[in-house]
């Protein structure tokens, strides 16, 4: 299990003024920090760009790519925001995130076909949302692995993630179940008939209920992640307790 | 997952002068605490018994079934104190354990076929020791439960506990790494055909140090396992921040 760093996002302030007013020097501070802390990947994440400032995930990607070699995760809903990043990119990065939504299979499929790059399959519907049931899943799942390999993808260059709910959501536990079963299902093999990659954002649980909720509990809905095959985890890696369980999860799950 | 309380084990001083004394309300106290506690059976184990003391199993048994209903695991490597424990139980335990040892294949097996009992299969070689590989593990797995099935049991009444490691032992987290895939493979049903059920006792990991290592690398190792399809956590039930935990996987795990 890879650990990704998921700190380089526009939610954050200092992230969002340093976008603002380009300055590099704090995103490139922050992403030595997530080097430093652990992370094998960074997930660049700018937010809403209006469509004057869709230069600034190229803007993210220089900065960055200055100070550390980490592979890049490009992380926009935006094709062109993604556009312009892959443009920066000295190594292909990994394309965060298609849909079955058809805007994003009409304009970002063709991107990561393009550039060859690898890319995430959020598994939500034509309308966004999170099929909350594994049937549900596996059938978006399918779908858009049809839709990939059609464009000219390969299943090495896919990269699953079954979308954790928010602990706002109803039913976040049978949800968090269904999330587990399709990573157990995709890891196995037994859906595609080889293990196929998975990605979780374990930062959704507690995405504006940190004051409220421990981190205990992201802690272990990510053991359970791993457990059931998890490839690659996208976490606060500058939450030390988090880290430090990670990398026992690490050892655990790699070792053989 | 189900959890099984370890707490009532001759180990424990309190629980050892019981014994000794034929006093059943200390026990009865930690039943009553460990199923408020939210077990849903109890490991009876008290510990190495001399010839003269082997009824203490039968003690044990009914001083718990006075106050609990509360299905049991007879816990003892000693064929004679689990035939003690049996004779007292007033519905079917769970023995614990088989091995590939000679003399527990031809005592200890018998008893489980007389009685028609669940059975654990501990995936320890014929001279007690845990093979080290997932390999070695599949080769006792296969072995016990062929003895077993040409003994006259079930699949049913088969339950596999690939043996957790201790802290101290070499290679503590490649080894639990084959313990997570051993776990993953039994319950994905790839090893028999059909899923099998799977115990892991988790107190072994920390056994005699725990006042040098933290809880959580319990609960983080608990929960790769249950990630990984564990069926029963044979633990601490009296540990809160463990049960907590605990409880939070498996309402993950058993929802859908």
Known sequence: MLLAAD????????????????????LQDLARRCAAAGARMLDLNPGYLSPRFED????LVDAV???????????????????????????????NALTLEEAKLQEI??????HQTRIVLLLLDEKSRPPPSLEG???????????????????????FDPVLPNLRWPEVWPQTGAVLRMVRYLASGALF????????????????????????????VMALLAGAGLSLALIDVLDPDLVEQAQLMTQVVESS
């Open 193 to 220: 008939g080889a293990p196929a990659r998975t990605m979780v954002g374990l930062s959704n649980l507690r995405s504006g209920l940190r004051k409220i909720y421990p981190v205990q509990m992201e802690i272990t």
């Open 137 to 159: 899943k596996v059938a978006v799942a399918l779908e858009l692995r049809e839709r990939a390999l059609d464009a000219g993808l390969t299943d090495r260059q896919l990269i």
């Open 109 to 114: 499929l063709p991107l990561a076909v393009e």
């Open 56 to 59: 600034r995930m190229a803007f």
């Open 65 to 95: 790519q200055e100070v550390t070699d980490l592979p890049l995760i490009l992380d926009s809903p935006n094709p062109r925001v993604l556009a312009r990043g892959l443009a920066a990119c000295r190594e292909n990065p990994l394309l």
């Open 7 to 26: 700190n380089l996002t526009g939610a954050h302030p200092v992230m969002a003024q340093a976008l603002r007013d380009l300055d590099p020097r704090p």
